[in-house]
């Protein structure tokens, strides 16, 4: 099965040093990069195909065999003043936007990868990590319950817009930055378009 941050469920061996880096041992290697090093196994792996629209922070290559077989991005969260929700006046919160891993990673890789992420956020001055768990698409949240994440129970539900093929989210139609906002809102605006309602998603939470 391929994996990803928010319904990894899998597990397999591999040692890591505390810094970043590979053992002598080691099957993986995690690096902070640049996003465009792993852009391609995300929209490669990850269910949206998709980074249109991620702010990235920071980011890291999962390596394997001398290649790259997953990545992470954390950047600003996507949804509006949730810092203040879950944050102390004074923490740097950041959300885990993207994170996949390929299915032949060696086992235990999810939250491997993860743990060194963390670390190294954590020197950056990084002190909480949100991150979400789609249901939509079978999400539970596995991977950020085994990492330490205490749960925060769920977003409300949200309106999709399904045009042409592609569902949009909602805020979309409000983004102005955003490619196709005049032809989508004009689409909504027609019947073109056809909302879609989607459940909320698991939220998790984790201090550094």
């Known amino acids: ?10 597990a397999r061996p591999t040692t890591q040093s505390g810094d970043g880096g590979s053992t002598p041992t080691s099957a993986l290697h995690v690096r902070e990069c640049q996003l465009a090093e792993i852009q391609g196994v995300i929209e490669r792996v990850h269910y ?14 999962a390596e394997a065999n001398g290649q790259v077989c997953g990545g992470a991005i954390y950047g600003k969260p996507a949804a509006y003043n949730v810092a203040r929700k ?15 891993l390929e299915d032949w990673c060696p086992r235990n890789s999810e939250s491997r990868v993860l743990a060194v992420t963390f670390r190294l956020l954590r020197k950056r001055g990084v002190h909480v ?7 939509a698409v079978g999400h539970t949240g596995t991977i ?7 749960y925060h129970g769920k977003t409300a539900s949200r309106t999709h817009w399904m045009w042409k093929g592609v569902k949009y989210p909602d805020r ?3 983004q102005i930055h955003f490619p196709y ?9 027609t019947g073109e378009a056809t909302p879609v309602k989607i459940p909320g998603k698991h939220v998790f939470v984790k201090h550094l």
């Open 1 to 10: 099965m391929t994996l990803r941050a928010d319904g990894a469920t899998t």
């Open 48 to 61: 949206t195909h998709s980074i249109f629209g991620v702010t990235s922070s920071h980011c890291y290559a």
């Open 86 to 100: 879950y944050a102390k006046p004074g923490e740097t919160l950041l959300e885990l936007r993207r994170f996949v």
């Open 129 to 135: 990590v949100l991150a979400y768990s789609d249901p």
């Open 144 to 150: 950020y319950r085994a990492t330490g994440f205490a």
């Open 172 to 174: 979309n139609l409000h």
């Open 181 to 189: 906002h005049k032809e989508l809102r004009a689409a909504v605006a």
